[in-house]
């Protein structure tokens, strides 16, 4: 390792243990991580596989889940490139979505013929401009080559259930899933396995249902777990996102980081869920 590339090692580690101190109230163990969020912290600042990129690329990965499971998962592309197109390309038929390649969040959700270009223009100009994955040394993102996405909305009305599979040494271990992204109350979370019992935990800090209806399962999630084990595979932990349409599971995207690792599990919880993480490098 040279030295530009050590003194990186080193602020990433300061920048981990600052945030992780900020966010979950101690500081990680990293050199002997045993929760799930501490593990998080060890594969960003250790893990620097190519094909990392390739997934977490919203572009690429669809090419690689074509290749691997079929066009048939993989969400039509209206539109990609380095920039939005002049003003006048674009007749995409709504409702649409546009966001980024290499980030997460900021999308925009286009329901309407003439949506605010200018306000569009300027932050899809901006989120392009704007280096992401620095701040929480995140490295895979940094390696992406920023890109405009637009897709339709896959969606009738409300978004999709978002199926979030995680999966360790390359085997399905829990489901959570988020539903009622844009309706009343703000979306709501809950943790399966795989007989779709509840689990008593989240992998957020944004909450857990307390309602008194569990949502179904999803007609095609032993399909699901089978997709998402193809592309899981030589990795030690990966989160698949995928959707039902039309009773077919569709490809939403690949994570390494799942909210940067920085969210308030309970520590037993913390514990049994870093427990499934077996040691090793990606391959």
């Known amino acids: 390792m040279g030295a530009s590339e050590a003194m990186g090692a080193s602020m990433d580690g300061l920048l981990i243990r600052y945030h992780y101190l900020r966010t979950i109230g101690r500081l990680p163990n990293l050199q002997n991580p ?5 593990k998080v912290q060890v594969a960003k600042l250790t893990w620097r596989s190519p094909r990392m990129v390739r997934l977490a690329d919203k572009v690429e990965v669809k090419k690689v889940v074509a290749e691997q499971l079929g066009p048939e998962w993989v969400t039509p592309t209206l539109y990609a490139g380095p920039n939005l197109p002049p003003r006048s390309e674009r007749h995409w038929p709504v409702p649409y979505v546009i966001k980024c390649n290499h980030r997460s969040g900021g999308n925009h ?32 993102y940094t390696r992406i080559a920023p890109q ?10 409300d978004a999709p259930p978002d199926y979030k599979l995680f999966l360790f040494g390359g085997k399905f271990a829990f489901t959570a899933m988020n539903w009622n992204r844009f309706g009343p109350g703000g979306v709501q979370r809950a943790t399966f396995d795989r007989d779709w019992k509840r689990l008593p935990f989240v992998t957020s800090s944004y909450g857990d249902y307390d309602g008194p209806d569990v949502p179904h399962r999803p007609e095609s999630y032993e399909d699901m777990i089978a997709g998402a084990e193809v592309l899981a595979a030589g990795f030690p932990f990966v989160r698949i996102d995928l959707y039902e349409i039309h009773r077919r599971p ?22 049994q869920v870093g427990a499934l993480w077996p040691e090793g490098m990606p391959t």
């Open 250 to 271: 569709r490809f939403g995207e690949v994570t390494f980081y799942p909210q940067s690792g920085l969210f308030r599990m309970p520590r037993q919880y913390d514990l």
């Open 34 to 38: 045993s929760t799930f969020t501490e």
């Open 109 to 140: 959700f286009v329901h309407t013929p003439d949506p605010p270009w200018s306000m569009i223009d300027r932050q899809v100009a901006r989120h392009l401009a704007r280096p992401y994955g620095r701040r929480l040394a995140e490295w895979v």
């Open 148 to 157: 405009v996405l637009v897709e339709p909305f896959i969606g009738s009305g």
